[in-house]
């Protein structure tokens, strides 16, 4: 039994919010009580104290859209690449990368991902993976990582008919077993979706073969009008639009999520709606890929569930909090939007995707919920209350501000130490795999 306090507690729950001098009892997998540290103290003496030093307590973050194949891209240049379009970052940057990561650059992307994400308070991932290169096996070796750092996530393979046909129905197989193998073991802590690549990537008839594959094990987990390429293929091939497409091939559902949706009309957003289908928005990769701003508040307030993710831009939650408000501001020209939809698709929509997978309630702390809580070393200068705990979020607090991470009821970072891993070990592999790579992709040494 673990009781985590002296600290203020945010519980994100609506019985009890806010606790100045709060504390969380942990027992196993789960919360069991939530309150004033004098009183958990007094009533579980027994418990391991974890001292959260006068920081902030509160529940780990929740990542709903990542891609574990960029972990070895830090600080990467390619030789003679210089994008002028989407395509062209795709093609020449990612593409490229996932056709060279063998099934050990796919561990060492895993390992990198797990840990930054560790570090930086998030407890639960959703992640969308390729690796061309060597396909089969890939997601039962990331599940192998997870499973040894102790993360919770959500994984499937990225199907895409960008390499030929054998290799597309080799990611249907991956998606497939793993999906299958996920269900048979009903755990809690892995669990899978079936992915797609950008519909201009993926034809009718691969789609047929997804669903077929797939039999109704899981939702699908899909990149859906990120550029404007999947709103011409589309049109031009199909005679409709991409949201339409996924309808017509039986992809939509409670089950389903689409990640970005930049280019989506409002017909479209009516049928994300009317199917209960999720969404997902990154903002910061967005920006970066210079594709446009998702339209987040109108799909917010069509009762769209809607997400926050950071297609592996960072894996700072917190981060891309910070910049999906201002983007939203600043593409309406309206400085007067957004908070509640920023902060509700972070603290809020997260959980209730999660929710949809994972059996124990996640992004919250009450009885019963998952033992996942972090501790941010966060002590601040003005008045912090139930009132305006958004606010420090937004405009203080940090991932890197994470001192402590909880998951599933065990410490696997505390006082900025990992507890159990070792660090030394993993930098080490994963270097020697990042020189490998980037020494294919470059043809030269490193």
């Known amino acids: 039994m673990l009781l985590v306090g002296n600290g203020k507690l945010i519980t994100r729950d609506s019985a009890l919010p806010y606790v100045a001098d709060g504390a969380v009892v942990l027992d196993g997998e789960a919360v069991l009580e939530v309150g004033a540290c004098p009183d958990l103290k007094a009533k579980y003496p027994q418990a391991q104290f974890v001292d959260a030093k006068g920081g902030v307590i509160m529940p780990g973050l929740i990542n709903a859209h990542t891609h574990i194949y960029s972990g070895l891209a830090r600080g990467l240049s390619i030789d003679g690449f210089h994008p002028t379009n989407f395509f062209e970052v795709l093609d020449g940057q990612w593409w490229y990368i996932d056709r060279h990561l063998t099934l050990d650059g796919t561990r060492a992307c895993a390992y990198a ?85 950008a519909l201009f990537t993926i034809s009718d008839r691969t789609f047929e073969e997804m669903v077929k594959a797939n039999d109704g094990m899981t939702g699908f987990h899909i990149h859906v009008a990120e550029g404007m390429n999947d709103v011409y293929d589309s049109l031009h091939n199909y005679g409709c639009r991409p949201v339409n497409r996924l309808l017509y091939n039986g992809v939509l559902g409670e089950k389903t999520m689409l990640g970005h949706c ?12 009317d199917t209960g289908t999720m969404a997902v928005n990154n903002p910061e990769s967005n920006m970066g890929n210079a594709v446009g701003c998702a339209p987040v508040l109108q799909m917010y307030q069509r009762g769209i569930l809607i997400g926050l993710g950071t297609d592996a831009y960072t894996h700072d939650m917190l981060e891309s909090l910070k910049v999906l408000l201002p983007m939203q501001r600043h593409n309406l020209a309206q400085p007067n939007v957004g908070w509640q939809e920023a902060t509700g698709m972070l603290f809020e929509n997260n959980a209730k995707i999660a929710a949809r997978y994972f059996k124990k309630p996640l992004g919250v702390l009450k009885p019963g919920a ?20 958004d606010g420090h979020m937004l405009f203080g607090m940090m991932g890197k501000n994470c001192r402590t991470t909880i998951i599933n009821g065990k410490v696997v970072y505390q006082d900025r130490e990992f507890v159990g891993i070792d660090e030394e070990e993993i930098n080490a592999f994963c270097m020697e795999q990042s020189k490998k790579l980037w020494g294919e992709l470059n043809h030269r040494a490193y």
């Open 262 to 273: 930049i280019h989506v009309s409002p017909a479209e957003m009516d049928i994300i709606r």
């Open 113 to 197: 991902t797990v840990l930054d994400c560790i570090r930086d308070g998030v407890t639960t991932i959703f992640d969308h993976h390729a690796s061309f290169c060597q396909i089969t096996g890939s997601l039962f070796a990331i599940k192998d990582v997870c499973q040894e750092l102790g993360i919770r996530a959500n994984l499937c393979y990225e199907v895409s008919e960008r390499d030929g046909m054998d290799k597309c129905r080799e990611a249907i197989q991956e998606n497939a077993d793993f999906a299958r193998w996920c269900k048979e073991q009903d755990n809690d802590m892995i669990r899978a979706m079936f992915g797609g690549h």
């Open 370 to 389: 998952a033992a996942d809580v972090i501790v941010m070393d966060y002590k601040p200068f003005t008045p912090f209350s139930a009132e305006n705990v």
